[in-house]
Structures are given as structure tokens and as C-alpha cells.
């Protein structure tokens, strides 16, 4: 399996703190963001890395990334020339994937659980997604589930809305996708979103129509720090790790 680490946007929310690095260089428990998708990768022993960001800020993550080598992996770098949505982002990862399962993560996402053993089980069949309950389920992708078997973690997604008004349940998609290697083919199938981007909510979503989605529900805290509220929050998540 290959790791996809996708630091797109340009961060407007975190303003001024972005406009001299990205923010998933933010420094959050003493560590820059990226230090945490990051280290999910690595305890599910990922190790062949593609880092996706746009041309800003890149020469900030090689420096900080260099290599790999101070990290037991080895990078390689992709410039995503304009903001086009992640899936446009986790696109330009094909070659670099060659037909092989992706673990893909949001630069800018802190888990306090363990996911490895989630990741490692993945047979690179379809599509899994790791969803959270939250109290504002509108401002994220969501997700309902089924149980497919009483003694495993693992769910049917049976539904899959993005920001929707009202929510069929409280389990948001949180940034860590699991996608078979024919991902790339689907996003080629793709046309872009009211907003002009390629959602990849709408990878997903063709995994779904497929019966090909399965999801574990996290019970421990996720945060997506994108707001100078959510990075407060990051810190004392990191501090209870």
C-alpha cells in the first residue's frame, strides 16, 4: 500500500499564521501538523510516501520532510499547480500508486486512535472510510452505516451526503480514505462540483453505488485543525495522546 499525504488549500481560515507556511506546518504540540497524518502512516507501516501540495509553501515541506530518512520512509514530492479539490490532488498520485491500494490522509488531521491495524486489514478491494460523531454533522461529508457482522468494527456505508442540511446521522468522514488501486479510474469519471473542484466525496460515493464501502466508526477525539479554534482544540488533543 502506498501513502498519500494531500496538503492542498491555501489556509485563508488561519490567516495571518498562513500567509509565511501552510498550515499543515503549523506547530501543534510542539510539532508541525504534519507530523501526525504523517505518523499514522507509519504505525500501519507505510513507508513509500507521496506528498501532494501546492507550489507556495512545497520548498517548507521538503525542508522540514527532507527524504524521509530521519523518519524510516522514503518521500516523493507533487505540486498541485491549482486548488482543484482533493480528489484532483489524490489524481496526480496515479503513477506513483501504480495500481497498488492508497491510504490517503488530510495534512491537516490529528487522530487519537490508533488506525494501523484498520489500515493493514484493508485488502485493497473498494473503498473504507474512518467516520467520527460529531454535534455539527452539517459542516462535513456523513455517513450512515449498517452493521455488516455483529463481531467486527467494521460497517456497510449505506448512504453518503456532503454538508448536508439535514444530516441521516452524526458520523462525519473524517480525512483518511482507504481506496483500491482503480481509484484513479474513477476520478477520471468525475466532473467537478458546483464549486469547480473534484469532491472526493464523489470517490466514495462510486464505491457505494458499487456495494464496495465499509467504514470504522473512531470513538476517540479527531480534529481537523483548520480554524484557530480547532488548532486550541489540537493541542490539548495531542496532549491526552
Given at each position: 500500500?502506498?501513502?498519500?499525504?494531500?496538503?492542498?488549500?491555501?489556509?485563508?481560515?488561519?490567516?495571518?499564521?498562513?500567509?509565511?507556511?501552510?498550515?499543515?506546518?503549523?506547530?501543534?504540540?510542539?510539532?508541525?501538523?504534519?507530523?501526525?497524518?504523517?505518523?499514522?502512516l507509519l504505525d500501519a507501516g507505510i513507508t513509500d510516501i507521496m506528498l501532494i501540495t501546492g507550489p507556495t509553501f512545497a520548498g517548507d515541506f521538503m525542508q522540514f520532510l527532507g527524504s524521509g530518512a530521519k523518519f524510516g520512509c522514503d518521500f516523493t514530492y507533487r505540486i498541485q499547480d491549482e486548488p482543484k479539490g482533493i480528489a484532483h490532488a489524490l489524481a496526480l498520485a496515479e503513477s506513483f500508486a501504480d495500481e497498488e491500494p492508497?491510504?490517503?490522509?488530510?495534512?491537516?488531521?490529528?487522530?487519537?486512535?490508533?488506525?494501523?491495524?484498520?489500515?493493514?486489514?484493508?485488502?485493497?478491494?473498494?473503498?473504507?472510510?474512518?467516520?467520527?460523531?460529531?454535534?455539527?454533522?452539517?459542516?462535513?461529508?456523513?455517513?450512515?452505516?449498517?452493521?455488516?457482522?455483529?463481531?467486527?468494527?467494521?460497517?456497510?456505508?449505506?448512504?453518503?451526503?456532503?454538508?448536508?442540511?439535514?444530516?441521516?446521522?452524526?458520523?462525519?468522514?473524517?480525512?483518511?480514505?482507504?481506496?483500491?488501486?482503480?481509484?484513479?479510474?474513477?476520478?477520471?469519471?468525475?466532473?467537478?462540483?458546483?464549486?469547480?473542484?473534484?469532491?472526493?466525496?464523489?470517490?466514495?460515493?462510486?464505491?457505494?453505488?458499487?456495494?464496495?464501502?465499509?467504514?470504522?466508526?473512531?470513538?476517540?477525539?479527531?480534529?481537523?485543525?483548520?480554524?484557530?479554534?480547532?488548532?486550541?482544540?489540537?493541542?490539548?488533543?495531542?496532549?491526552?495522546?
Amino acid at each position: 500500500m502506498k501513502g498519500i499525504l494531500i496538503c492542498g488549500g491555501s489556509g485563508t481560515r488561519l490567516k495571518p499564521l498562513t500567509d509565511t507556511t501552510h498550515k499543515s506546518l503549523l506547530k501543534v504540540g510542539g510539532k508541525p501538523l504534519i507530523h501526525y497524518p504523517l505518523k499514522v502512516l507509519l504505525d500501519a507501516g507505510i513507508t513509500d510516501i507521496m506528498l501532494i501540495t501546492g507550489p507556495t509553501f512545497a520548498g517548507d515541506f521538503m525542508q522540514f520532510l527532507g527524504s524521509g530518512a530521519k523518519f524510516g520512509c522514503d518521500f516523493t514530492y507533487r505540486i498541485q499547480d491549482e486548488p482543484k479539490g482533493i480528489a484532483h490532488a489524490l489524481a496526480l498520485a496515479e503513477s506513483f500508486a501504480d495500481e497498488e491500494p492508497v491510504c490517503a490522509m488530510l495534512g491537516d488531521n490529528i487522530f487519537a486512535n490508533n488506525l494501523s491495524e484498520d489500515i493493514k486489514a484493508f485488502e485493497g478491494n473498494g473503498g473504507h472510510l474512518f467516520l467520527k460523531e460529531v454535534d455539527d454533522p452539517e459542516r462535513f461529508g456523513v455517513a450512515e452505516t449498517a452493521i455488516r457482522d455483529p463481531r467486527s468494527a467494521i460497517s456497510e456505508v449505506i448512504s453518503l451526503e456532503e454538508k448536508p442540511e439535514t444530516p441521516k446521522s452524526n458520523l462525519a468522514v473524517t480525512g483518511c480514505y482507504l481506496f483500491a488501486g482503480d481509484c484513479f479510474e474513477i476520478i477520471k469519471t468525475l466532473n467537478p462540483s458546483d464549486r469547480g473542484e473534484l469532491e472526493i466525496t464523489d470517490v466514495s460515493k462510486a464505491y457505494l453505488d458499487r456495494n464496495e464501502l465499509t467504514a470504522t466508526v473512531i470513538e476517540k477525539d479527531w480534529i481537523d485543525a483548520g480554524t484557530f479554534e480547532a488548532l486550541e482544540r489540537a493541542e490539548e488533543i495531542v496532549k491526552n495522546i
